[in-house]
C-alpha cells in the first residue's frame, strides 16, 4: 500500500555548501538551504549527517537536527557552518517541510569529491561561489 503513495514532488528548494573568506582571507565553508519558490517553506525540519570511509576507517557523524517554523519566498537560511575535513565523507541534508497543508521530502547527499572548485557555480540569492543541488 505505502509503495503505491506517490510523492509529490520538490522543487525549487535547494541545499548549498558556500565558500567565503572572512575579513583576514581565512576560507570559511557554510552550508544553506534556499528557497527558490514564490511562496513560503512552513514547518521546516532539517537532519544533516555525514558518512563514509577515510583511510579505511568507517565513519559517522553525529547527527544534526534544525526547525525552521518558517523560510520566506526568495530566501536562504544558514543551517551550519561545515568542516573541509568532511567533505571525504557523504554529506547527507534531508529535508521535509509543508506548502498547504501537503508535505515535502527530499534528501540532498554531496558525496565525497563533489565539493570542489572544479564544481563551483555562483549560488543563487547568496551571489558567492560554492556547489548547489536543487
Known amino acids: 500500500m505505502r509503495e503505491d503513495i506517490e510523492p509529490p514532488k520538490v522543487t525549487d528548494v535547494a541545499v548549498a555548501v558556500v565558500q567565503r573568506f572572512d575579513e583576514i582571507n581565512n576560507e570559511i565553508w557554510e552550508v544553506y538551504l534556499l528557497n527558490l519558490k514564490d511562496i513560503p517553506l512552513e514547518v521546516v525540519l532539517i537532519r544533516s549527517s555525514g558518512y563514509g570511509m577515510i583511510e579505511g576507517h568507517k565513519i559517522e557523524t553525529t547527527e544534526l537536527?534544525?526547525?525552521?517554523?518558517?523560510?520566506e519566498p526568495k530566501s536562504c537560511l544558514?543551517?551550519?557552518?561545515?568542516?573541509?575535513?568532511?567533505?571525504a565523507l557523504s554529506n547527507q541534508y534531508w529535508v521535509s517541510f509543508y506548502i498547504h497543508k501537503v508535505l515535502y521530502d527530499k534528501k540532498y547527499i554531496?558525496?565525497?569529491g563533489s565539493i570542489e572548485p572544479r564544481n563551483?557555480?555562483?549560488v543563487p540569492l547568496i551571489e558567492e561561489q560554492g556547489v548547489m543541488i536543487k
Open 110 to 112: 554531496f558525496v565525497p
Open 78 to 87: 544558514l543551517i551550519e557552518p561545515i568542516q573541509p575535513e568532511v567533505f
Open 120 to 122: 563551483f557555480i555562483t
Open 65 to 71: 537536527r534544525r526547525h525552521i517554523e518558517l523560510i
